[in-house]
């Protein structure tokens, strides 16, 4: 990633993984944790506000490593300034998309960027990156696997411990089951890396071989890592009953974005707002405790409109 750009070079230059993290980190080992059942958690619920980037997409200079026009060049975003934002806004995290990083970034830039983030009073609720896995053994989903492991690293250097991931749709020389075959092995070589970073990888309801809950918990289910959980995206079950979906799903939630909209049926239907309240009884339900992320993705001008959502999401949360 850095869009494609390979991480090659020195610790000053790029991005590389072998400078990055101590033998320290890498102690930590998945064989000692159980494997994936619903998470248990003690105590009652607990959220965490946050704000993802990719709902300012627009006016970030950058787009999966191709510049890009900033919607309002006055209004034009970095990550610094997007960490910025989310703390002025009273966001306890910023989740920060891959997609906009300037693919000359460097080890010492995102060095730069934790500190930032801590002197704000941010965490880094998580990171996300693009990625497809129904793809065929090859070069192509070697260098998936690659970029999901380079942001691994990258994730773990910025202090975080959640990276949200895609399954994909299923390439057309596969069936789905050999498309979900691919998927499963992918996401265990990842996992099985993520393990000795300490960091978690987030398997979102993103369409392709996940649409439906049935589909995205037969994966998690199969993959059976402890280092693997759903990141439950609110607006994407696009189902008769996107609630029910979610309720199915939150059990085994490890990060939650949050949108403003639903669409029953398909991507056809018309959208309806979505209600927070009902959202966070569904997590209360199952005790989670973590990031609530606003991922903002309607018409209205997200400098107008996130600021509101954040105030909705904030009183549904008590």
């Not at 072998?18 to 998470?39: D, H």
């Not at 891959?98 to 080890?107: I, R, S, V």
């Not at 749709?169 to 075959?181: C, I, N, R």
């Not at 402890?226 to 085994?252: H, I, S």
Request: hydrophobic share 40%.
């Amino acid at each position: 990633m850095f869009s494609s750009v390979s991480a090659t070079g020195c610790r000053s230059e790029r991005l590389t993984r072998r400078t990055w993290l101590g033998a320290a980190v890498a102690s930590v080992a998945a064989t000692t944790l159980p494997a994936v059942e619903p998470i248990s958690r003690t105590g009652e619920p607990r959220f965490q506000l946050g704000l993802a980037a990719y709902g300012y997409r627009t006016f970030f200079p950058w787009m999966r490593g191709k510049a890009q026009k900033p919607a309002d060049e006055a209004r034009a975003l970095t990550i610094r300034s997007f960490i910025d934002l989310a703390a002025d806004l009273g966001c306890d995290g910023a989740e920060l998309t891959a997609y906009f990083f300037d693919p000359a970034t460097t080890h010492d830039d995102l060095v730069a960027l934790r500190r930032h983030a801590f002197l704000r009073g941010i965490a880094i609720s998580g990171t996300a990156v693009g990625n497809r896995f129904t793809l065929p053994s090859g070069p192509d989903l070697d260098r998936e696997i690659e970029v999901v492991k380079e942001w691994i690293d990258h994730t773990a250097l910025l202090g975080s411990s959640h990276l949200r991931v895609f399954a994909g749709t299923a390439d057309k020389t596969l069936s789905e089951e050999e498309a979900f075959t691919q998927c499963v092995a992918s996401l265990e070589a990842c996992c099985d890396y993520a393990s000795s970073r300490g960091v978690f990888l987030g398997l979102e309801n993103h369409g392709g071989i996940v649409a439906t809950a049935d589909e995205l918990l037969k994966v998690v289910e199969a993959v059976k890592s402890p280092w693997l959980g759903v990141n439950l995206d609110t607006g994407n079950f696009r189902t008769e009953d996107p609630y029910g979906d979610l309720a199915r799903c939150a059990p085994y939630a490890i990060n939650v974005q949050y949108k403003v909209e639903i669409q029953r049926g398909s991507r056809d239907a018309p959208k309806e707002p979505a209600d927070p309240g009902r959202v966070v009884k569904i997590l209360r339900d199952v005790g989670y405790q973590g990031f609530l992320t606003l991922e903002y993705e309607a018409a209205e001008d997200p400098f107008e409109a996130v600021p509101r959502h954040l105030d909705e999401l904030r009183e549904a949360c008590g």
